[in-house]
């Protein structure tokens, strides 16, 4: 059965609408500065538990990952800490809970702090490693 739509804005937009809807955005991004990519190559070394989706519906897990090559960008450090969605609207991230300690992943990041959207969301993590920039994956780790 089709869900039923309700209110003045459940319905399918126009052709002109959508035009006019892209325009305005892109018209907000021009000039924007593009965030820095980083991309490494690195082994899982550390996993923290992802929350129940029944307490937090939408949360980040901050894995360690050891850095065993840079293809895109700068990173002196070889440990190197990233944020996954661990629940996203209320369904844990399967891609995430897969991940195994010990294999290596190529990793698209990006600096936590580039996503202040993020900043009000559940972050596990430990507080041994503050003085490590933190990254967000833009994408599923890719199992190298």
């Known amino acids: 059965m089709a869900p039923v739509l ?3 804005d ?10 006019e809807h892209y ?20 082994r899982l070394t550390t996993k923290r538990r992802i929350p129940k989706a029944e307490a937090y ?6 894995f360690d990952y050891r850095v065993s090559a840079v293809n895109k ?4 450090e070889k440990k190197i800490l990233v944020t996954h969605w661990g629940n996203l609207n209320r369904l844990r991230q399967q891609a995430t809970q ?8 190529r990793l698209k990041l990006e600096p936590f702090e580039d996503h202040p959207e993020l900043a009000a969301i559940q972050l596990v ?3 041994d490693d503050f ?3 933190l990254f967000y994956a833009v994408a599923d780790p890719v199992t190298e």
């Open 125 to 127: 993590m430990n507080e």
């Open 57 to 62: 519906p939408n949360s980040l897990v901050v």
């Open 23 to 42: 325009q305005a955005y892109s018209q907000r991004i021009i000039g924007r500065t593009p965030l820095q990519v980083l991309e490494v190559r690195a």
């Open 6 to 8: 309700r209110g003045p």
């Open 10 to 19: 459940s319905r399918a937009l126009r052709a002109d609408e959508v035009t």
């Open 131 to 133: 003085h490590l920039p």
């Open 73 to 76: 960008g700068v990173y002196e």
């Open 98 to 105: 897969n991940l195994r300690i010990g294999q290596s992943y």
